[in-house]
Nanobody, 124 residues
Framework: QVQLVESGGGLVEPGGSLRLSCVAS????????MEWFRQAPGETDKKVAA????????YAGDVEGRFTIRSDNAQNSVVSLEMNNLKVEDTAVYYC?????????????????RGQGTQVTVSA
């Protein structure tokens, strides 16, 4: 089974920065795509960034230029989200999502898999 753990959230002032990390555990050979979602109170969750195993990246319009998603290992199972120039409206619980996963045993799991989330609060 694949489990995801996010970390790095916290309280920051407007204009500040945070770096979130997501680790997919298990004997993973590759993850086809990793995504960051966020959910603000009273709202549905929204995808903010994504990266494929080939390194292609996508960003939501309101975070492009401020957020950077990176894959930190060859398996695409460890990713980070660098968030700069944070705004009050970026306040949300941030979740990491893994799409299909191939284990080292070559077992395939369709996913998606989601972590428990990490709280990001932007406030003066």
């Amino acid at each position: 089974q694949v489990q995801l753990v996010e970390s790095g959230g916290g309280l920051v002032e407007p204009g500040g920065s945070l770096r979130l990390s997501c680790v997919a555990s298990g004997s993973i050979r590759s993850v086809s795509g990793m995504e960051w979602f966020r959910q603000a109170p009273g709202e549905t969750d929204k995808k903010v960034a994504a990266i494929t195993s080939g390194g292609a990246r996508w960003y939501a319009g309101d975070v492009e230029g401020r957020f950077t998603i990176r894959s930190d290992n060859a398996q695409n199972s460890v990713v980070s989200l660098e968030m700069n120039n944070l705004k009050v409206e970026d306040t949300a619980v941030y979740y990491c999502n893994a799409k299909s996963v191939i284990m080292t045993t070559l077992d395939f799991y369709a996913g998606p898999f989601r972590g428990q989330g990490t709280q990001v609060t932007v406030s003066a």
